[in-house]
């Protein structure tokens, strides 16, 4: 059983830095995972937001994001943190971190496993 436990989030303000932490653990062949985050506004569909390779050398970002964004992990402990400065209205949603095997890290369908979901409200 893998589990994917986020944590961070909340209530910011506009410009404001957001932390968002995200530990992958339980019995798994595949460690590290691919770790990716996503996102979804009310009435929109989740959309991609950033993510990181196995080894932690390749990074993805969502033009939405990049240049303000950034993903880094742990190997050791399998877990990842996404680091979002400059915070805008539009960045509020649901944040769901994902972890899998990899291969189009911009896709929900490559993860195989997802955490609860976290809750950021950015106010302008």
């Known amino acids: 059983q893998v589990h994917v436990v986020m944590s961070g989030g909340g209530l910011m303000q506009a410009g404001d830095s957001l932390t968002l932490s995200c530990a992958v653990s339980?019995?798994?062949?595949?460690?590290?995972?691919?770790i990716g985050w996503f996102r979804q506004a009310p009435g929109k569909e989740r959309e991609f937001v950033a993510a990181i390779s196995r080894s932690g050398g390749n990074t993805y970002y969502a033009d939405s994001v990049k240049g303000r964004s950034t993903i880094s992990r742990d190997n050791a402990g399998d877990t990842a943190t996404l680091r979002m400065n400059s915070l805008k209205p539009e960045d509020t949603a649901v944040y769901y971190c994902?972890?899998?095997?990899?291969?189009?890290?911009?896709?929900?369908?490559?993860?195989?496993?997802w955490g609860q979901g976290t809750q950021v409200t950015v106010s302008s």
């Open positions: 994902a972890a899998g095997r990899g291969g189009n890290y911009y896709v929900a369908a490559s993860y195989e496993y």
């Open positions: 339980g019995r798994t062949l595949v460690a590290p995972y691919a």
